[in-house]
């Protein structure tokens, strides 16, 4: 069943759910964005969220939804945006390109959103891109993806491959092997991740011996498993989305394989779903773990789950949709509006320290530099940071919105 919600933070609920609010998350969001205490009752910033709460990527959904609604309080208890209260309504697009653009076309022409975010496979993204673009209606894109956009009106804070792939690379081929095969979803983020790795491989000596993909829903992946295990590489690289990532890595321990595991887009949302020995050794690359070992991030850490319970997974996508809203906040402060183009030229002038570490868009791409971090799955299944590369400026090829 379709759902729109709706969420007012204003009136006297707001009111009562600030005066609730515990002193060390109130103090965190007014140090951390510095708007005044009052909110403007008749000035808000009416936001849309979009993303999929049913179907393949229902997983990772949820996360993503948890942590908006956390920015959301967050800056609503610290004075809004700006001063601007922010309101905003939670679309499904069911990760389906018709729910995209369906959903999209809403919240732009119905609802009369100032902002879209969210989404999570790139179907979803250039699904609702194909409304939000013409409509030159700010989309800000928060899960890594296989990179390429460029568009004044689209904002993306996941990683692209120059921030994700390539800084593990040189590790890989080091302490694994050189020889890679790949199997994944049958989609644009699986296909166009595939021609990244093949290029910082062989960059760093290493090549691809085969690369298969799979429709959406794949059950048995027994045969294909057979012919990886035929060409006889040193790691299996997985790129299969929502939950038949999960399917993915059961069978694969399943077949007591030879090569080494890496699962780049591997996080927190899957631990629990998989045994611990079923994802032991897993190599993922992310900008953001939750048992990173910093001050910002504890705090963010124990905020989510005094909100949402302990046995809530954090993971990046939910992480970097957390940084979206705060950014977002703050280039409508700066900007003094909502309009789309203010906030567009506004949106790199400004900055924000997050759980992953420092934050900010790049005014040539609109892409966020993302932080960039290799991590094991533990025995105990948790993840342990192997190297951690920093900040990374995005590299977006051919774009330049200067």
Not at 152 to 176: A, E, F, H, R
Not at 207 to 234: C, H, S, W, Y
Not at 277 to 287: D, K, L, M, R, V
Not at 335 to 355: H, L, N, Y
Request: glycine residues 8%; hydrophobic residues 40%; proline residues 4%.
């Amino acid at each position: 069943m379709e759902k729109t919600e709706i969420k007012r933070a204003c009136g006297n609920r707001s009111i009562a759910r600030r005066s609730t609010l515990k002193g060390g998350a109130a103090a965190f969001a007014t140090a951390a964005i510095g708007f005044p205490a009052i909110l403007k009752a008749a000035d808000k910033v009416k936001l849309g969220f979009m993303t999929a709460l049913t179907g393949l990527e229902t997983i990772l959904g949820e996360t993503q939804l948890n942590c908006f609604k956390l920015a959301v309080d967050e800056i609503n208890a610290a004075g809004g945006a700006g001063g601007r209260e922010i309101e905003y309504l939670v679309e499904d697009d069911q990760t389906t390109t018709k729910g995209a653009i369906d959903k999209a076309r809403k919240l732009v022409f119905q609802d009369k959103v100032d902002a879209v975010i969210g989404m999570i496979a790139s179907l979803e993204r250039v699904a609702a891109l194909s409304v939000t673009g013409p409509a030159k209606k700010l989309l800000i894109y928060t899960t890594y993806y296989e990179g390429g956009e460029c568009n004044k009106y689209l904002v993306c804070t996941g990683q692209v491959p120059n921030q994700q792939i390539d800084p593990m690379m040189p590790w890989i081929v080091k302490n694994l092997g050189k020889t890679v095969y790949v199997m994944g979803s049958d989609y644009i983020w699986p296909r166009k991740s595939t021609a990244a790795v093949k290029a910082a491989l062989e960059t760093n000596g290493g090549r691809i011996v085969g690369a298969e993909f799979f429709p959406f829903g794949t059950q048995d992946l027994g045969p294909a498993f057979g012919k990886m295990k035929d060409a006889n590489p040193d790691v299996l690289w997985l790129m299969f989305a929502g939950s038949d990532a999960i399917t993915s890595v059961k069978q694969y321990s399943s077949f007591s394989l030879k090569p080494k595991l890496v699962y780049h887009g591997w996080d927190e949302t899957f631990l629990k779903a998989v045994s611990p020995a079923e994802q032991a050794g897993i190599i993922a690359s992310q900008a953001y773990f939750e048992t990173l070992d910093n001050p910002t991030n504890k705090a963010f850490v124990a905020r989510y789950h005094e909100k949402f319970g302990k046995d809530k997974p954090i993971n990046a996508i939910g992480e970097a949709t957390y940084d979206a809203v705060w950014l977002y906040a703050r280039a409508v402060a700066k900007a003094g509006s909502t309009e789309d183009d203010k906030v567009v030229a506004a949106i790199s002038q400004v900055d924000f320290q997050g759980p992953q570490g420092h934050v900010n868009i790049s005014a040539k791409n609109n892409h966020m530099l993302c932080n960039s971090i290799l991590a094991r799955v533990t025995d105990h299944a948790s993840f342990e940071t192997v190297q951690n590369f920093g900040q990374i400026e995005p590299d977006v090829p051919g774009c330049n919105l200067i």
